[in-house]
C-alpha cells in the first residue's frame, strides 16, 4: 500500500527493511496486479507564489513544473 501512495520503490525498500530492491520487487508485482496502471488520476493546483507553493507541499502536492510563472502541483487521487 505504501507504494500505491508513493511509486518510490527506494522508499519501500527502507521502511520494509530490505537490502536489496529484488525483495520489495515481489510486493510492488502486487500493488500493480491489485490496481491498475491506469489509475493516474490527480488533483492539480497552482501556486501563485511561495507561500501557496509551500501550503500545497505541505498537505502532500508534489511539484511538477513553472508555466507561464506559475507553479503546478499535483497529489494522487
Known sequence: MEYHKTHDPDYVRR???????????????????????????????????????????AVGFEFVTDLEGKKLFRKRK
Open 15 to 57: 521502511l520494509l527493511g530490505h537490502r536489496s530492491l529484488m525483495s520489495t520487487q515481489i510486493y510492488i508485482n502486487m500493488e500493480r496486479a491489485i490496481f491498475s496502471e491506469n489509475d493516474q488520476e490527480f488533483h492539480v493546483k497552482v501556486a501563485e507564489n511561495l507561500d501557496e507553493a509551500c501550503k500545497l507541499l
